[in-house]
T-cell receptor
Framework: KQEVTQIPAALSVPEGENLVLNCSFT??????LQWFRQDPGKGLTSLLL?????REQTSGRLNASLDKSSGRSTLYIAASQPGDSATYLCAVRPRDNYGQNFVFGPGTRLSVLP | DAGITQSPRHKVTETGTPVTLRCHQT?????MYWYRQDPGHGLRLIHY???????DKGEVSDGYSVSRSKTEDFLLTLESATSSQTSVYFCAIAQGGRDYGYTFGSGTRLTVV
């Protein structure tokens, strides 16, 4: 059974710092991996979707990498801002799941201090 | 948002009453999902649909039923609400195929008293 973990569970950094969030998954047989952002009391907003054949995806100050063989993905946030404060979740879509369901990690709660 | 709405946004109901939550999409996506999110448990799949009248159970389906009579609507029913079903419920849609990800609705906060 696919399991997804995220480290750290919470992170607090001063504004302007570059930071890395980590996501690990136990089974490398995946179709893709998706990073989401969730603000308190809100829904999930998709940030980046990486296909299993890709090594990374970039959107603005965000860069996500995927190392499928080692079961790891990182989300890099450059020049962090207070508006980046949110919970970040990663999710993988296993290859053997015909319902095409994603398996979610527990999230990393990020606080960027002004 | 990408054409997915949930209703109601908030609801308070009494134990033992039936409750129906609605997810509506305008994207004509094939797959629709219901998740619940709880502190300490993260997101857990309740039920999903892979087409009109085609549904299947997720990992926490007990006490819930679903229906999908049209592509655009996916209904989640709590047959007899219990306090353990107090949660935030999210609907998600996916186009289908290996290359596509999820799009989420804004959620329904349900309180069972």
């Amino acid at each position: 059974k696919q399991e997804v973990t995220q480290i750290p569970a919470a992170l607090s950094v001063p504004e302007g710092e570059n930071l890395v969030l980590n996501c690990s998954f136990t089974d490398s047989a995946i179709y893709n991996l998706q990073w989401f952002r969730q603000d308190p009391g809100k829904g999930l907003t998709s940030l980046l979707l990486i296909q299993s054949s890709q090594r990374e995806q970039t959107s603005g100050r965000l860069n996500a990498s995927l190392d499928k063989s080692s079961g790891r993905s990182t989300l890099y946030i450059a020049a962090s801002q207070p508006g980046d404060s949110a919970t970040y979740l990663c999710a993988v879509r296993p290859r053997d799941n015909y319902g095409q369901n994603f398996v979610f990690g527990p999230g990393t709660r990020l606080s960027v201090l002004p | 948002d990408a054409g997915i709405t949930q209703s109601p946004r908030h609801k308070v109901t009494e134990t033992g009453t039936p409750v129906t939550l609605r997810c509506h999409q305008t994207e004509n996506h094939r797959y629709m999902y219901w998740y619940r999110q709880d502190p300490g448990h993260g997101l857990r799949l309740i039920h999903y649909s892979y087409g009109v009248k085609d549904t299947d159970k997720g990992e926490v389906s007990d006490g819930y039923s679903v229906s999908r009579s049209k592509t655009e609507d996916f209904l989640l029913t709590l047959e007899s609400a219990t306090s353990s079903q107090t949660s935030v419920y999210f609907c998600a849609i996916a186009q289908g195929g290996r290359d596509y990800g999820y799009t989420f609705g804004s959620g329904t906060r349900l309180t069972v008293v």
